[in-house]
């Protein structure tokens, strides 16, 4: 499909259906349910590959965030309980992988521009193999969909994020605005873990678009790569745990290009690797992983 002259990507799998509802159609772009803990501007300025604090910030870092609110933020955005899933292998759960372009830092002051999401699962579970016992750890992650659309911010780009995205106003100009686009992306995800890298930033943002347009968030359980990264990885192996980093060091078959669906792919494999080194300390399931300070929600 051309959206203003580019490609606009919109990939479900198999057997999704994709809903809208009535009255969501002209929703405001995302406003502030939860305040962004990470950030992708200040002032209309672009803040790649910038590190301040310590914070990661999915490949954009802000300082000056209060640790307080990212935590209780971060609290907010899982379903609270693990429920059916908190014994299953991680290699047999089957894992919708997020990322969002935006216009600034924060849901309250700005809006969503592009969504990219990967559906995958361990490759004895997609399969159907169940010689030792659903899916394996050390599978490949099977991408089994994909999705991703761009979106009517309904607001300007600042030109940092344009330079940074490649995403201009002219792009934008006939997408559909997130009231249209978010259905979609919660039917495609449902029955999945929902991951990205440095979740608080990008959950943040659809939690709040899932209450400006009148939709209940679907408290889905949770996974953030950075910080699972941050528990597998060894200190002398990677300078940081950026998404840009780790998925040079995993050799992910995507690299990153601060475009959604290209780093929802990167997040999807480095997300596999992390998940093969969980293993290896002994942690097969989320309930196992939860033990660890947030890594799931």
Known sequence: MSVGGSNLESVISPGVVTQVPSGCEGAPPARGLWPGRNGRAVNGSALAGVEQGGVEQGGVEQGGVEQNSVEQGWRGLGGGELGGLADVELGSLEFAVVDLETTGWSPEAAAITEIGAVRVRGAEAADGDSRRGGGSLGGEFVRRGEFGSLVNPGMPVPPGIADLT????????????????????????????????????????????????????????????????????????????????????????????????????????????????????????????????????
């Open 166 to 297: 490649g995403i201009t106003d002219w792009m934008l100009a006939a997408a559909p605005r997130l009231g249209t686009v978010l259905p979609g992306l919660l039917d495609f995800a449902s029955g999945c873990v929902l991951v990205a890298h440095n979740a608080p930033f990008d959950l943040g943002f659809l939690v709040a678009g899932c209450g400006g347009c009148g939709l209940a968030w679907p408290g889905f359980t949770v996974l953030d790569t950075v910080m699972l990264a941050r528990h597998v990885m060894d200190p002398d192996e990677v300078p940081d745990c950026k998404l840009g980093t780790l998925a040079a060091f995993f050799r992910a078959r995507t690299a990153p290009n601060h475009r959604a669906l290209a780093d929802a792919r990167a997040t999807a494999d480095v997300l596999s690797w992390l998940i093969r080194r969980t293993a290896h300390r002994g942690i097969r399931t989320l309930r196992q992983l939860s033990a660890w300070p947030q890594v799931v929600a």
